[in-house]
């Protein structure tokens, strides 16, 4: 098997069904996106095909395939030109941890910020946009769609010029990637049709507000004890829910939206460290910094570094 080239995927928690969560791992220089050769060149996961669910989005392209995958419990045929969008939370195995889903296919994953970097409401709001429409499907139930064997040629091409971008990674690759990426999301959403029922349909009220309060006030000292006051629960039920749903605590989610806006002000801004340790809720340095660096590896200073093109 091929090494994988993109971003590192890693486990990041377990929901409360014992199912592994797959994190998508940030390298700083590197596109936030990642594809694979199927099946030579799989993604990260469980040994065998376990059940596993992830933080991230996934479009599987099987171009050559006879065989099933089991999504959220539900048995699907997987067969020449089908794509599957699956989204955050759902939980992906097997049927048969030895049979071969696809002799030829592709698959691409990336975090849900990457389509909105930097927006007002892009952590809590990405099911609302368009080329994410297909995933929002998801939430509720796994999305299936035909390419019609006229265009098959070109998804091929589509995935393989985008393998070679990352792994080119030549200057200006971030910006070709997501421009390659984006490509595939449109030509996805144009399979995808009575979209705006689905999307009503499946959404997650709950989940949804705790989102939105992260989002209007991770910037400031929030904690679990004020997103459970803004949504008049216990802190104990609060974090009961958003543990089972997704595998990951409100503290968690809290931390997780605020290293996305350090990285970002870290490439896009002069700010200093310090700055931008106020910015995102932090108001000692100190613990940003040792806070960062355990999540990514290197300091926020080593990050914008390697990050930014050299000058």
Do not use: C
């Amino acid at each position: 098997m091929r090494q994988n080239l993109g971003p590192g995927s890693r486990p990041v928690g377990v929901t409360g069904h014992g199912v592994p969560v797959i994190g998508f791992g940030h390298v700083p220089g590197v596109a936030p996106v990642a594809v694979a050769r199927v099946p030579e060149n799989l993604p990260v996961g469980p040994a065998g095909g376990g059940a596993h669910t992830h933080d991230f989005l996934a479009l599987f392209y099987a171009h050559r395939a006879d065989g099933a995958v089991l999504i959220d419990g539900r048995r699907w045929t997987v067969t020449d030109g089908d794509v599957f969008v699956i989204a955050p939370g759902q939980v992906v195995s097997l049927r048969d941890p030895h049979e071969e889903v696809a002799t030829d296919g592709w698959v691409v994953w990336f975090p849900a910020d990457v389509v909105r970097p930097g927006m007002s409401g892009a952590y809590s709001s990405w099911r609302a946009h368009p080329l994410l429409f297909p995933f929002a499907q998801g939430t509720d139930r796994a999305q299936r769609l035909r390419i019609p064997a006229a265009d098959r040629a070109g998804w091929v091409e589509r995935f393989a010029v985008l393998d070679a971008e990352l792994r080119a990674r030549r200057d200006g690759h971030q910006e070709a990637a997501l421009a390659h990426l984006t490509l595939l999301l449109v030509a996805a959403a144009r399979l995808s049709t009575g979209v705006a029922d689905q999307l009503r349909s499946s959404d997650e009220p709950l989940l949804a507000a705790v989102f939105d309060a992260i989002e209007q006030r991770y910037h400031e000292g929030i904690s679990l004890a004020d997103v459970a006051a803004e949504l008049a629960l216990t802190a104990g039920h609060l974090t009961t829910v958003v543990r089972r749903k997704t595998g990951r605590t409100v503290q968690q989610w809290i931390a997780q939206r605020r290293m996305q806006q350090a990285r970002l002000l870290l490439t896009e801004t002069d700010l200093t460290v310090a700055a931008i340790s106020r910015r995102v809720g932090y108001p000692d340095v100190s613990y940003f910094i040792k806070r960062f660096r355990a999540d990514h590896g290197v300091t926020p200073g080593q990050w914008r570094d390697t990050a930014l093109p050299t000058r």
